[in-house]
């Protein structure tokens, strides 16, 4: 079974730093591109940020550029997300998705992990 | 990067048909072929009906498809059904590999 399972998500102080990971299975990881997706609360989904097969090609959301930084280990099926000066507007439920075979749609979801920028 | 336009709300009854639009620019919906459309029901993650403007994943209803005229994208779905309640995203690829999504249609099946 395809599976992207988010974890690291918690309640952290504006400026602070957190990192989400996302474990990938069933899939071959590396074949595919990725992406962080985030909804704050009451709001509609966000595209954060996304990478690559090999990491050659990212991307960046204005709203987080230069404060997030994604990543991959391709050797461990996993996706990251680098936060830092985390402010109370990064509030939101963040999902990692897969790129489809041959498309730029995202097949794929995890079920999401919740952040909580708050002093 | 701004977000691509869709209507905050659309509604229809069972068995009728509904358009979500989605607007964006020559900079993103209207030059590249990549839009793609995502069903959310809440609590659920988020589900792929359309890629690349117009195609479906295997397993998605032919009751939902997609067309492109400039730099707006639609979605139709045709004999609506109860589970069709949810709401409803547009995206775009947008250059240098970014990506950007529409602010989300709730479809209300009356």
């Known amino acids: 079974e395809v599976q992207l399972v988010e974890s690291g998500g918690g309640l952290v102080q504006p400026g602070r730093s957190l990192r989400l990971s996302c474990a990938a299975s069933g899939f071959t990881f590396d074949d595919y591109a990725m992406y962080w997706v985030r909804q704050a609360p009451g709001k509609g989904l966000e595209w954060v940020s996304g990478i690559s097969w090999n990491s050659g090609s990212i991307g960046y959301a204005d709203s987080v550029k230069g404060r997030f930084t994604i990543s991959r280990d391709n050797a461990k099926h996993s996706l990251y997300l680098q936060m830092s000066s985390l402010r109370p507007e990064d509030t939101a439920f963040y999902y990692c998705a897969k790129r489809g075979s041959g498309s730029y749609g995202m097949d794929v979801w995890g079920q999401g992990t919740t952040v909580t920028v708050s002093s | 990067q701004s977000a691509l336009t869709q209507p905050r709300s659309v509604s229809g009854s069972p068995g009728q048909s509904v358009t979500i639009s989605c607007t964006g620019t020559?900079?993103?919906?209207?030059?590249?072929?990549?839009v793609s459309w995502y069903q959310h029901h809440p609590d659920k993650a988020p589900k792929l009906l359309l890629y690349?403007?117009?195609k479906r994943p295997s397993g998605v209803p032919d009751r939902f498809s997609g067309s492109k005229s400039g730099n707006t994208a639609s979605l139709t779905i045709s004999g609506l059904q109860d589970e069709d309640d949810a709401d409803y995203y547009c995206c775009s690829y947008a250059g240098s590999y970014t990506w950007v999504f529409g602010g989300g249609t709730k479809l209300t099946v009356l």
């Open positions: 020559a900079s993103d919906v209207g030059v590249f072929n990549h």
């Open positions: 690349d403007d117009t």
